[in-house]
């Protein structure tokens, strides 16, 4: 398992990484995807050898902020494609009988296009109903673990947390699921927790080109 992998796991037990302003490197999980995840006063950086230490601690990151900071996500980023700052949230999967059927026609949602982008090995789940437009996608994704992402459909009156739930059905019972989502998408954060996903971390992705 990836490191970043490791230590998303033992946070969903609550064992989090000491918090004392430390940081450290590790290899990106996916090729051409690098990011920074930030723990309670602890960061970890995923980015390509290509960059030097010496340029990491040129660039000040720290476990109490510093490894988030815009200017250091910018610099390692070059002109390349930056994310927003999302929170981490963890959850258990609940195996059994699948809530949600594969639903190949959601491939090309914007949604799943952004999955794409940044994990590897994209699903689209949804309901069964030909015009439900909710979308589920899981991929391989932060650290290598099961990663989930979510749409409802707004002609259709789903509740977010329900849809949560099923999604992980999609999951082996109590396998590490994760899940990331903007601090200010406030419905969509809600429905998580509701849904049974506790936050642990914040993650920045970007697409370096330098």
Excluded at 53 to 81: E, H, I, M, Q, Y
Aim: glycine letters at 12%.
């Amino acid at each position: 398992m990836h490191p970043i992998g490791e230590v998303l796991s033992r946070a969903a037990t609550g064992d989090f990484p000491a918090v004392d302003g430390g940081w450290r490197r590790v290899e990106p999980w996916r090729s051409g995807v690098e990011g920074v995840v930030a723990f309670t006063g602890h960061a970890i950086l995923a980015v390509d050898d290509e960059i030097s230490d010496g340029t990491l601690v040129a660039l000040s990151p720290d476990g109490f902020g510093g490894a988030s900071n815009p200017r250091l996500v910018s610099r390692l980023a070059g002109s390349g494609w930056i994310d927003a700052l999302d929170i981490v949230l963890v959850a258990r999967g609940a195996g059994g009988e699948p809530a949600l059927v594969p639903r190949s026609d959601l491939r090309n949602h914007p949604r799943a296009e952004h999955a794409t982008s940044v994990r590897s090995d994209v699903a689209t789940y949804g309901y069964a109903a030909p015009d439900d437009r909710t979308l589920v996608t899981l991929s391989t994704g932060l650290g290598g673990l099961p990663e989930v992402g979510l749409e409802t459909d707004p002609a259709k009156d789903h509740v977010g947390s329900d849809v949560v739930r099923h999604a992980l059905t999609l999951v082996p019972e109590d396998e590490v699921v994760v899940a990331a989502c903007a601090p200010g998408n406030a419905r969509a954060l809600r429905a998580f927790l509701a849904g049974g996903f506790d936050p642990v971390a914040s993650v920045q992705l970007w697409r370096p080109e330098r």
